[in-house]
């Protein structure tokens, strides 16, 4: 029977983990999770019901599509899925999905909820100084907002992963003056790294993402978060590569002397970045095979002199997404909203 010859391994235990982890140092806040772009990437379908059973009831989305894509999931579990892209012209008419709440963002908005959902629950996003999304605190301090039921109000840090930066006291101050002025049950600044900058920043709820995937987007969350996701592969090839000759395209590499090379079926189409191309590392048990050469769009080459190598074996990649993304430059969340569709994900 074939195979897939590459697999994410995805640990259900690192998940939970991660996502405790996130709760406890979010203190006396609900500790929810954002799972938009597919979880990140790893599987919305599978991550949601993990989380749900350890007690996360506050789901984030970015669109309506994702809300639909995991709506089933939250039948009978309490629990609700905020759209963070609020709720556009074109998406209507309002789809009936029970639970999911649009995250209300522009005065056109608020406008469309009042018509074609009066009376009914949503959450409303502020901008604060991050000047992406929500409404000014002018609009609030006028009115806009008045008569709507709203049950959390959120606001968005821009800086979350500089503690030292600015204009996280700036954004906390002006979130902390909304209190009481929007008819919101809860209030929910804090994402993955603004859940590390205090109990001053938890509100109400926290909206941690990057780190319930592994991602480490600050020093003080690196022993508290673990990896989820670990790319395995198989090698199609081991050759030897003799002293002076070069492997891959542009022959960027080129042997000093004679040594054995696996190709392996991993490339940049799968979401292993060409910027990897003699940075990246795999693993065959302890030993470390960096990376040589150009990552290509579906293989890679690998150094295979620290092991014994053979074709059809397995070999695993680096899953430390400070290491990797240090090595390529690529963000930590692009890494992980990169991985392709092709492997085949395989849930510890
Ligand atoms: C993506 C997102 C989050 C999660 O952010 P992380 O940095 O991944 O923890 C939280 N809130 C909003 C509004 C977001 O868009």
């Known amino acids: 029977m074939s195979h897939r010859p590459h697999r994410l391994y995805l640990s259900s235990d690192a998940l939970v983990a991660n996502w405790r982890a996130l709760a406890r140092l979010s203190g006396a806040a609900a500790c929810g999770a954002a799972v938009k772009a597919d979880g990140y990437g790893l599987g919305a379908r599978e991550a949601v019901p993990r989380l749900l059973d350890a007690g996360c009831r506050d789901l984030f989305v970015a669109t309506w599509a994702e809300a639909r894509a995991i709506a089933d999931l939250i039948a009978g579990r309490d629990a609700t899925i905020a759209v963070l ?70 606001s968005h840090l821009a800086c979350a992963d500089e503690p030292g930066h600015a204009l996280n006291e700036v954004q906390r101050a002006r979130f902390a003056a909304l209190a009481g002025r929007t008819g919101a049950r809860r209030m929910s600044l804090a994402n993955s790294a603004g859940i590390a900058l205090g109990a001053g920043y938890h509100f109400d709820v926290t909206r941690p993402g990057l780190a319930l995937y592994g991602g480490v987007p600050v020093a003080a969350l690196a022993s508290a978060i673990c990896p989820v996701a670990t790319i395995a592969a198989e090698v199609l090839q081991c050759r030897t590569v003799r002293a002076g000759e070069t492997v891959g395209y542009n022959a960027t590499w080129r042997a000093e002397a004679d040594l054995p090379v696996a190709i392996v079926n991993l490339g940049y189409a799968d979401g292993y970045r060409r910027a990897l191309s003699s940075r990246g590392c795999a693993f065959a048990g302890d030993a470390l095979l960096p990376v040589i050469g150009r990552v290509s769009m579906d293989l890679v080459a690998l150094d295979a002199r620290a092991a014994t190598v053979r074709e059809g074996d397995w070999v695993r990649f680096d899953d430390d997404l400070v290491h990797v993304a240090a090595a390529s430059g690529v963000s930590q969340y692009e890494l992980l909203t990169g991985l392709g569709d092709r492997f085949e994900r395989v849930w510890s």
């Open 85 to 154: 892209h609020g709720l556009r012209e074109a998406d209507l008419p309002l789809p009936d999905l029970p639970g999911v709440r649009p995250v209300l963002s522009t005065a056109a908005q608020v406008a469309r909820w009042r018509m074609v959902a009066p009376g009914q629950v949503c959450d409303v996003m502020v901008d604060t100084g991050m000047n992406r999304l929500g409404v000014s605190e002018a609009d609030v301090a006028g009115g806009l907002l008045d008569g709507l039921a709203i049950d959390t109000v959120m």
